[in-house]
């Protein structure tokens, strides 16, 4: 069993900072892509930033510039960084990730999401 645990969330005044974190936990023989989702009320869930074991990022057009995804593999762990912040980015934010089980089971995980409230 793994566990995703997110951290970080909160309520920030437009032009402000976040950074959340996300722990990975459990039966990991190795941890693949990580990645930040997001979902505003009544919208899809949304890509927000990927990165690779190898450190390659990707970012959806409407964060790029403003936020930084990175990981430290030692620690499991997964993070975003948001500045800039807009109001149009208060959604619920999930981590994900691709986990190697053994050297032949990969699995999907999610975490269980935290409020990013961006207002005035």
């Known amino acids: 069993q793994v566990q995703l645990v997110e951290s970080g969330g909160g309520l920030v005044l437009p032009g402000g900072s976040l950074r959340l974190s996300c722990a990975a936990s459990g039966s990991i023989f190795r941890l693949n892509d990580m990645g930040w989702y997001r979902q505003a009320p009544g919208k899809w869930r949304e890509l927000v930033a990927t990165?690779?074991?190898?450190?390659?990022?990707n970012y959806a057009v409407s964060v790029k510039g403003r936020f930084t995804i990175s990981r430290d593999n030692a620690k499991n762990t997964v993070y975003l960084q948001m500045n800039s912040l807009k109001p149009e980015d208060t959604a619920v934010y999930y981590c994900n990730a691709d986990v190697a089980l053994s050297k032949w089971e990969n699995r999907g995980y999610w975490g269980q999401g935290t409020q990013v409230t961006v207002s005035s």
């Open positions: 990165i690779t074991s190898g450190g390659i990022t």
